[in-house]
């Protein structure tokens, strides 16, 4: 795992949005990995800019999100679907059509379970997944017990997820308790991941994430298994990590080793 620690949120932004930026002037075609949540929005903004900008262009690009609440329409103004038109595909040159968001009003949802892995093998697999990370260590909808080889299918939340969540509702308003998620080993498929997380909310899940054993009890600690994830935090989501002074001196490093090679 690679652990970048930086001074804020805007600076983590801005690393993550640097990635998808020279993975899209590198490929143009590329399957991107997409996440909701508070955490990416300023990411996409970045993304949005450099779109207008005519620094990269989506034109080509094929998107697939992570999850989808389930019960919820696309046009839904809670569901992931409007959350993503609104947040990124709405403005930038995509192709809306191949941008994809698990089904949360399938008639059949284990079927359209199925048949969303289907479509990411067909697109030639994610190349790089974006994601967050709940209080409770969730990446996409796989809250703690998710198998860790998991694939895309129906979850239950967790009551802290539905609480942390809430603040999208309005009082009246219905908030499913159930979701289409990618799973654990979907995720783990993509070539590379990028997970984002800021404030002190997350420091406790980044320090199970990143040091703790292994275990379905925090999702995202899968990610030690995967040869390329990379984790961009704010120093308030490292201030846990026993050996972050060492993640600092690997990023200096890393970042010297690039100059050298006119990275
Ligand atoms: C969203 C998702 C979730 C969020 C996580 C963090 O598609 O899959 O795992 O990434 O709940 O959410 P925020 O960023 O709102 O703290």
């Known amino acids: 795992m690679q652990v970048v620690i930086l001074d804020s949120p805007e600076a983590v932004a801005e690393y993550g949005a640097q ?6 002037k590198k490929q143009p075609h590329s399957v991107l990995g997409l996440a909701t949540g508070s955490t990416p929005v300023a990411l996409y903004q970045k993304l949005i800019d450099a779109n207008q900008k005519n620094e990269i262009s989506f034109r080509d690009v094929t998107t697939y ?30 192709d809306k059509t191949r941008t994809y968001v698990p089904p949360g009003s399938a008639s059949n949802p284990i079927q359209a379970c199925d048949e969303y892995e289907q479509m990411i093998a067909a697109s030639g697999g994610i190349n790089i997944q974006l994601l967050g990370i709940g209080r409770n260590g969730h990446i996409g909808f796989n809250e703690p017990s998710s198998g860790l080889l998991s694939r ?110 006119g990275n």
């Open 65 to 94: 999100n992570l999850d989808e609440y389930l019960g919820l329409e696309g046009d839904h103004p809670q569901s992931y679907r409007h959350f993503m038109n609104q947040q990124l595909f709405d403005h930038i040159d995509i």
């Open 152 to 261: 895309t299918r129906v979850k239950t939340l967790t009551q802290e997820t539905i609480d942390d969540n809430a603040r999208f509702f309005s009082e009246d308003e219905y908030q499913p308790h159930l979701s289409i998620t990618m799973g654990i080993g979907t995720i783990l498929d993509s070539q590379q991941v990028v997970l984002l997380a800021t404030g002190s909310s997350k420091a406790d899940a980044i320090y199970r994430a990143v040091e703790g054993p292994m275990s379905a009890s925090c999702p995202a600690s899968a990610l030690q298994m995967h040869q390329n994830a990379v984790i961009v935090i704010d120093e308030a989501a490292a201030a846990n990590l026993e050996h972050r002074e060492f993640y600092k001196h690997i990023e200096r490093e890393n970042q010297k080793l690039l100059a050298q090679l």
């Open 19 to 24: 990635i998808f930026i020279r993975q899209l």
